[in-house]
């Protein structure tokens, strides 16, 4: 998730990119430009007199100091462990984070065959004994729990799900029997979803976090990485109206890992995360609470 807080507004946000940048050492930069596509970070690019443009990230009220330099650690995990194209880190502190300027991803199929091999890599050649990360990072404006676990299912129910109970725009839209529900679908995930292994993954994989290097190949943006299954990145990218180019990736990614039929059942569930922290977060929601209550509703009286 890369909107803005109320004290820097979409109009100003260039300015305030600016003068981070300026803060922050790079006294070359010439102007900042708009960039569009996150959700949770002002953003764009900049140019400079004396080297090539940066793209620029910041928030308006940064959560806290660790935020981009936990981003930046995870951009460099997915290219050396996980062997994908990611941008370079130009500047990670407590304000801002500059990264090089990527190309917009090719509206191709073959751009997407390509991309599910490297994800198929990095999910099979990652594989990890226990769930979690060595530190917390940041999903959007949140912070992402990674305490260690050994059993999946139990990290999954409590530092993904159950995690965002208690946030008041999720206590607000949800009602005592949706959350109920929740817990008594966190209670039964061990016969909901397969048991899979841990496996490095990028953590808010949707079709705006995968753009391309210039030569054409995929590369990834905005993870927020963890020791996860390598169905909480699919179930993203599955969700979240990929454009209709993607359409050989699930196939393809599916052959390369050896998914059973019945993956495509199993996205919803997966999901919920991505639902419950946009719920979180947002005032609009994109429909998220439509469809946490419609996941849910199975599990909203004792069968």
């Known amino acids: 998730m890369t909107t803005a807080s109320s004290s820097v507004t979409r109009g100003d946000s260039t300015s305030f990119l600016l003068r981070c940048l300026l803060r922050a050492g790079m006294l070359d930069v010439v102007t900042v430009e708009p960039a569009s596509g996150g959700l949770a970070a002002l953003a764009g690019i900049a140019t400079r007199r004396d080297a090539p443009p940066v793209f620029v990230k910041a928030f308006a009220d ?13 951009l460099a995990t997915l290219r050396e462990q996980g062997g994908v194209a990611t941008p370079e880190v130009i500047l990670a502190n407590r304000e801002l984070l ?14 997407w065959e390509r991309f599910a091999h490297a994800l198929a890599r990095l ?11 060595h530190r917390d990072n940041w999903l959007g404006s949140r912070r992402q729990i990674n305490t260690w676990d050994d059993d999946g299912f139990a990290f999954f129910a409590r530092h993904r799900l159950l995690r965002w109970l208690g946030e008041p725009r999720v206590d607000a839209a949800l009602d005592a029997d949706d959350r109920a529900a929740l817990e008594r679908l966190c209670h039964r995930l061990p016969e909901l979803l397969p048991d899979r292994p841990a496996c490095l993954t990028h953590g808010d994989l949707w079709a705006q976090n995968v753009l391309a290097t ?5 590369a990834l943006i905005d993870p927020a990485v963890s020791y996860m ?6 179930a993203h990218l599955w969700s979240t109206a990929p454009p209709p180019e993607a359409e050989p990736f699930f196939e393809i990614y599916a052959e390369l890992t050896g998914l059973d039929r ?13 639902h419950l922290a946009v719920l979180a977060q947002f005032d609009d929601d994109w429909g998220a609470a439509d469809q946490i209550r419609a996941t849910l509703a199975p599990f909203r009286t004792r069968n």
């Open 62 to 74: 940064a959560p806290d100091d660790d935020v981009f330099v936990a981003e930046a650690e995870g």
């Open 98 to 111: 500059a990264l090089s300027v990527l190309s917009p991803r090719p509206p191709s199929e073959s751009f």
């Open 123 to 133: 999910h099979t050649s990652t594989t990890h004994p226990r769930f979690g990360w």
């Open 214 to 218: 210039a030569d054409g190949q995929p």
């Open 229 to 234: 299954w390598a169905e909480v990145d699919l």
């Open 262 to 274: 019945d993956w495509r059942a199993r996205m919803p569930l997966v999901q919920l995360r991505q």
